[in-house]
């Protein structure tokens, strides 16, 4: 592993935050190849959600649509129409502008930068789609859309049944319906060269607060004030929102695995387990690091943590086209079990426990997962019968590696000496046509980093 940087890049040293807007006509073009002829695709923007009475959450658009579009407003509906000759047209139906909306909830976009800005070939207003959407679907033979969006599903049996209505007039309602998830799921498994520079930034932002809450961390604050100190770089270096719910777990907090309360008191001589990573134009990190509240690993601390980051290291360095999640599961479970043993927290012959999967005590959930425009990003794993990830790793992939040990306090199975004990540590990896780059580069993680760096921030 290289050594880790701990020195804040300014946002103008940082090398990209966001997509330029050509990137999205490829992706339509990529879904345009999948389409068959003579078919519509449809793709509904997000829609604000009420958070309470007349507040809404912070809004967050659907990702498919965004992946083809780039457009961040509410309410809109992405067309793709291919005729039998395949030629393709993308028509962006959306709110119009309004400047009495504006005044008190912000811009937006309109009809005529939709076609200037974003790409698409015609767009109109939203109030236009029941009209247009009988003429786009009179005459084709397939249909594609989620299947996973019961209300959009919903909304689409409408429009197919006003067509349905028109027969007698001439009409021909298309008779064949394909979901459009998983194909565009296989697009949005591979990251392009402009996505990868991107969740390059997404990852360089989050170290920086990774380095911030170690830097920060100290007996007697409360685990929200150490979420502060993360959300604040976020934002710092362009990244206003977290990718997901930040978890900052001291202690056996870091033993439940989605913990997110994040508001009990940080004590001595216990680790803080803390899994955050921004968003940044849509595109999420996802990185966990584990560190000593006061700044120094006791023995039994370190010797599980060392366990967990010699385990993530060896799956990363695995890592490459072909090889697979089944396999490196195998590779780290082993690995574990052993460790494990060593220790006496396991018990037995490593082949019996392999087949008894005994690690999973402690080593509770998976190796990783596909990360992208969402955390847990779309993607078959091709699970076959025996529900192994058997897909085989190609360039342009992202997923995250994050093995990890958790001793609860109540376990009676274990010395007294490991309970208590929460450790995971997660970094962000693309495949590559040599192997794999990890995208988590300036956070720290060997035991001598950590402490140096607390060590440091203390004097």
Wanted: a negative charge.
């Amino acid at each position: 592993m290289s050594s880790t940087s701990i020195n804040p890049l300014s946002m103008s040293q940082l090398p990209m935050n966001q997509l330029p807007m050509k990137e999205y006509s490829a992706h339509r073009a990529a879904f345009f190849k999948k389409m068959p002829s003579n078919s519509v695709a449809f793709f509904p923007a997000g829609k604000e959600l009420t958070r309470s009475n007349d507040t809404e959450f912070a809004f967050c658009q659907n990702k498919n649509f965004f992946y083809l579009t780039g457009f961040n407003e509410p309410d809109a509906l992405l067309v793709l129409l291919k005729d039998e000759q395949d030629n393709n047209k993308s028509v962006l139906f959306s709110l119009p502008k309004d400047p009495l909306h504006e005044i008190w909830q912000g811009r937006r976009v309109g009809q005529i930068k939709a076609v200037e800005e974003y790409g698409v070939d015609e767009s109109y207003e939203l109030a236009e789609i029941d009209v247009l959407l009988s003429d786009y679907l009179d005459g084709k033979s397939q249909v594609l859309f989620g299947f996973n969006d019961d209300t959009f599903a919903a909304q689409v049996f409408t429009w197919l049944k006003q067509v349905k209505s028109r027969i007698r007039q001439g009409a021909n309602a298309p008779e064949q319906l394909t979901d459009a998830d998983p194909i565009i799921a296989d697009l949005r498994l591979i990251k392009s060269e402009n996505e990868l520079a991107l969740m390059r930034t997404a990852n360089h932002i989050s170290g920086l607060a990774h380095q911030r809450a170690m830097q920060k961390s100290q007996v007697g604050k409360l685990e929200y004030q150490i979420e502060a100190e993360i959300l604040h770089e976020f934002a710092r270096h362009g990244a206003r929102h977290p990718a997901y719910a930040s978890i900052v777990a001291g202690g056996d907090n870091a033993n439940i695995l989605h913990y997110t309360n994040n508001d009990d008191v940080l004590k001595d001589n216990e680790l803080l387990l803390i899994d955050a990573g921004a968003e940044l134009s849509g595109y999420a990190a996802d990185i966990t690091r584990t560190f000593p509240i006061n700044g120094k690993f006791s023995a039994e601390q370190k010797t599980i943590y060392q366990l967990v980051l010699d385990a993530k290291n060896l799956a990363i360095n695995a890592i490459k086209p072909g090889m697979c999640f089944a396999k490196l599961n195998v590779l780290t479970n082993t690995f574990l079990t052993q460790g494990l043993i060593d220790l006496g927290i396991l018990v037995g012959d490593l082949d019996e426990l392999m087949a008894e999967k005994k690690v999973k005590d402690y080593f509770i959930h998976g190796l990783g997962h596909w990360l992208g425009l969402d955390v847990h990003d779309v993607g078959d794993y091709q699970i076959s019968l025996d529900k192994e990830q058997l897909r085989a790793f190609e360039v342009g992939m992202v997923m995250t590696i994050e093995p990890g040990i958790y001793i609860p306090l109540t376990d009676v199975n274990v010395d007294e000496k490991w309970r208590g004990i929460g450790v995971r540590i997660e970094d962000n990896i693309a495949v590559t046509a040599d192997g794999f780059e990890n995208l988590t580069t300036n956070s720290p993680q060997t035991i001598e980093e950590i402490e140096a760096l607390m060590q440091a921030a203390k004097a």
